[in-house]
């Protein structure tokens, strides 16, 4: 019983790069959430999807960052012309429903280090 | 704004000792708190309450929520080194989002 996987693990880029990091949820999960940790900071909530659709995208940078979820696949947080201050552990998690309940059923990946040089 | 602000942010002793983590919030529509262990990597979930007065318990670990004074906390006794990690307090409010507090690092020596 796999839970959420995302890679790659570790992620190198140098300023102006593309990253692309990929979550997928557990097994019957249709809710995903990408939450971004910088360093002695707590997680802070980016966007939340479900399948094809963006349901909360607050916390998402308007420029250069995008998230999708598709009906197949993995979902995906695209970072454009990544600079030094996109480093950081980017975490997903992933819930099979919205109910209040599923907070007890949200479980997160390990997280994709991502380190711009 | 809604915030979640931990204390202390960090916290050092000995195998033992019994420790108490704060987590205070101010949250819009408040609908849970929750609480997680973060070693190495993924957080793990510990507790979720959204009652007032109800101590959730599992084996050396406690949380009790307080609605009316906007503040939980997470007990920990008997704590070993295993217990040395980022303890993260977070509360759900209207939105499906969690917002979290920064954390409090949790170091046990033997």
């Known amino acids: 019983n796999a839970g959420v996987m995302q890679n790659p693990r570790h992620l190198v880029r140098r300023r102006g790069q593309e990253a692309r990091l990929r979550c997928s949820p557990m097994?019957?999960?249709?809710?995903v959430y990408w939450y971004r940790q910088l360093p002695e900071e707590g997680l802070k909530f980016m966007v939340y999807l479900q399948k094809e659709n963006i349901i909360d995208e607050s916390g998402m940078p308007k420029e250069r960052f995008s998230a999708e979820f598709p009906k197949e696949g993995p979902s995906i947080l695209r970072i454009q012309q990544v600079v030094r201050g996109d480093s950081a552990a980017y975490f997903c998690?992933?819930?099979?429903?919205?109910?209040?309940?599923?907070?007890?059923?949200?479980?997160f990946g390990s997280g994709t280090q991502l380190s711009v040089l | 704004e809604d915030k979640v602000v931990q204390s202390p942010l960090s916290l050092v002793v000995h195998e033992g000792d019994t420790v108490t983590l704060n987590c205070s919030y101010e949250v819009t529509n408040f609908r849970s708190l929750l609480w997680y262990k973060q070693e190495k990597k993924a957080p793990t979930f510990l507790f979720m309450l959204t009652s007032s007065g109800i101590e959730k318990k599992s084996g050396r670990l406690s949380s009790i929520l307080d609605k009316k004074e906007l503040f939980s906390i997470l007990n920990i006794t008997a704590t070993q080194t295993g217990d040395s990690a980022v303890y993260l307090c977070a509360s759900q409010g209207g939105s499906e989002k969690l917002v979290f507090g920064k954390g409090t690092k949790l170091t046990v020596n033997p």
């Open positions: 097994k019957g999960h249709s809710h």
């Open positions: 998690a992933s819930s099979a429903g919205r109910d209040i309940a599923t907070n007890e059923k949200l479980f």
